[in-house]
């Protein structure tokens, strides 16, 4: 194995924002298929890279690797009997460590990569949270920065079915008729994320959820913000940025500790 271009493949994951996991054979006693500091890089389609020995021990450190990234688990560490654990005659025993870089409890989608998205990502890029960025236009999405997940669509609104349930949603498209689509969406399949965001003014707000009722969507679970973000700073693209990623911030640390007030 090419451990360079094991750690290769590793970085190149890292800039796409595509999660994986690096299983490391940290240690063996007695007979096994493989020796201490062997190492394979796994995705959610399975091995992408290297092996910690193949076989029955190889097929469940792989499993195991797909359901932490499944789970959103960032480390683990297994101690296996080959024989007792994974059904293999030689009797030694592997200790593997699991651990996934590209893996963040806080998922955060934008619909639009725009300017105040370029600023909204670099300003995420330095939090523990996984971005992905959905637009049609390919030179708007090459722009972002690295460690984002970039999906290029030409219907937005379909990928809303296939978003985490616990994703913080910002809806920041080229204008009101790129955002009404995704919103009806959001609404008319029921879906109920923690965070709901969309850029744009109070008359905006107005009209959209207007709109939304005109369809069909109770008045009620018309839940979002509008205008996105904390009121402060001005209309440039970077102070947007700040005050939207501070609410995003003081709205996840409520969930994440509803039971603790602030001092």
């Keep these: 194995m090419n451990q360079a271009n094991l750690f290769r493949l590793c970085a190149e994951l890292s800039d796409s924002g595509l999660p994986f996991v690096l299983v490391t054979l940290v240690e063996v006693t007695g007979s096994a298929p493989q020796d201490a500091g062997a190492k394979m890089v796994v995705t959610a389609d399975g091995l992408a890279e290297g092996t910690v ?130 919103l009806k969406r959001i609404f008319q399949s029921n879906r109920d994320f923690p965070f709901l965001g969309v850029i744009g003014s109070h008359a905006k707000d107005a009209v959209l959820r207007k709109e939304l009722a005109e369809v069909g969507v109770p008045e009620e679970k018309i839940v979002f913000h509008c205008p996105v973000g904390l009121p402060i700073g001005s209309n440039h693209p970077g102070e947007i940025a700040v005050s939207i990623v501070a609410q995003l911030v003081e709205v996840h640390d409520a969930v994440a500790k509803p039971n603790e007030t602030s001092s």
Excluded: N, Y
């Design 53 to 182: 020995g193949g076989g029955r021990v190889e097929a469940k450190a792989i499993e195991e690797a797909q359901a932490m990234l499944s789970e959103q688990v960032d480390c683990c560490l297994r101690d296996w009997s080959l024989k007792a654990d994974v059904g293999m005659t030689c009797g030694g025993r592997v200790k593997l460590f699991f651990e996934s870089p590209g893996v963040a409890s806080w998922q955060v989608v934008i619909f639009g990569a725009g300017h105040v998205t370029q600023a909204v990502a670099q300003l995420l890029s330095t939090l523990p949270c996984q971005l992905t960025c959905i637009d049609p236009r390919e030179e708007w999405l090459a722009r972002l920065p690295g460690g984002v997940h970039k999906l290029k669509t030409e219907d937005p609104p379909a990928e809303v079915d296939a978003l985490p349930k616990d994703a913080f949603v910002l809806c920041m498209t080229q204008g009101h008729r790129s955002d009404l689509p995704v």
